[in-house]
């Protein structure tokens, strides 16, 4: 990516849920990148299950597998938003699919040996039903940053319910203002980071 083509977001919607279910992993992801978008930055979504993505390790496991048209697309991004809901207290099956599939780029390297996603910025939303956003995004920080992305300051987003409750993001009449104020921060972090890591990549090996 050039220095003057418009910075780009991808969000990877790990609902279980295949389109057109509605999604609140994919409202409050959506919510993100409007905010991405006061920033100067064009989006695009996938929700992954409705995409073969095979098990494994690998950047591209084989005839079939839609994996690697999504990692075109995330090659292409500056800021990766993945968005995931709480289920048993743990991230969603898909998100960690995701994941381990995202683990394949520690061996696609640049010339300096780094991995290919290094300079590239990834944030995380978390909606549920219970407690738990703390921990999914705690996990998906780690092996987001184990893999080589770099995570801005307060680069979650999340909404939980009260415990035992029974409502969904998505059917909220209107977005809580802490969940919209801390998404406005997100993408102000995530945005300022991206340009300085595209004005100032990492140092070489």
């Known amino acids: 990516m050039t220095e003057t083509a418009s910075p780009r977001a991808l969000a990877l919607i790990c609902s279980l849920k295949p389109s057109p279910a509605p999604s609140s992993s994919e409202l409050l992801a959506s919510q993100v990148l409007a905010a991405l978008g006061e920033q100067g930055f064009t989006s695009e979504v996938v929700r992954v299950v409705d995409h073969d993505v095979k098990p494994g390790v690998e950047a591209d496991m084989g005839e079939g597998d839609a994996w690697p048209g999504i990692r075109e697309k995330l090659m292409a991004a500056d800021v990766l938003v993945v968005s995931t809901p709480t289920w048993v207290g743990h991230m969603s099956s898909v998100a960690q699919r995701v994941l381990e599939r995202l683990d394949g780029e520690l061996s696609e390297t640049d010339g300096s040996g780094r991995p290919l996603v290094t300079g590239k910025v990834a944030v995380v939303c978390v909606v549920g039903n219970e ?55 997100l993408a102000e972090n995530a945005a300022h980071l991206a340009r300085t890591l595209r004005a100032q990549p990492y140092p070489g090996r």
């Open 131 to 185: 407690d738990g956003a703390h921990k999914i995004s705690a996990d998906l920080f780690q092996g987001l940053n184990d893999i080589g992305f770099t995570i801005p300051a307060q680069g979650v987003t999340y909404w939980n319910d009260e415990a035992m409750g029974g409502r969904d993001y998505k059917d909220l009449e209107e977005t809580p203002e802490a969940v919209a104020s801390t998404t406005r921060t």
